[in-house]
């Protein structure tokens, strides 16, 4: 089981971003795929995962309702998360895990976890 992000980089707030989380190595069936991310001198926090049972994605964090959007391309066994109206406080490093739709959003319960991918938002 392997997930591979990138996507992220620089950018000026008010920017967008998209970040990718290509899975292999396994079946999606039953899985959620979706994204943390821990700040400087935070917590990781879960952001948002998609589900690929019934393609419904559930978001987290209230800060980034309306500005953010998770979705599969099926055909690529990749979800992305969509990022724009970016804010300074959206600076973290965004990491993307899988694992069964049910384990979300607790870091410990799921399966395979992506390296992290830098995203900075300059004000």
């Known amino acids: 089981v392997q997930l591979q992000a990138f996507g992220g980089g620089l950018v000026q707030a008010g920017g967008s971003l998209r970040l990718s989380c290509a899975a292999s190595?396994?079946?999606?069936?039953?899985?959620?795929i979706g994204w943390f991310r821990r700040a400087p001198g935070k917590e990781r926090e879960p952001v948002s995962c998609?589900?690929?049972?019934?393609?419904?994605?559930?978001y987290y964090e209230d800060s980034v309702q309306g500005r953010f959007t998770t979705s599969r391309d099926g055909a690529k066994s990749t979800v992305y998360l969509q990022m724009s109206s970016l804010k300074p406080g959206d600076t973290a490093v965004y990491y993307c895990?899988?694992?069964?739709?049910?384990?979300?959003?607790?870091?410990?319960?799921?399966?395979?976890w992506g390296q992290g991918t830098q995203v900075t938002v300059s004000s």
């Open positions: 190595g396994f079946a999606l069936d039953g899985y959620a």
């Open positions: 998609y589900s690929t049972g019934d393609g419904s994605a559930e």
């Open positions: 895990a899988a694992g069964p739709t049910e384990n979300w959003p607790w870091p410990d319960r799921l399966d395979s």
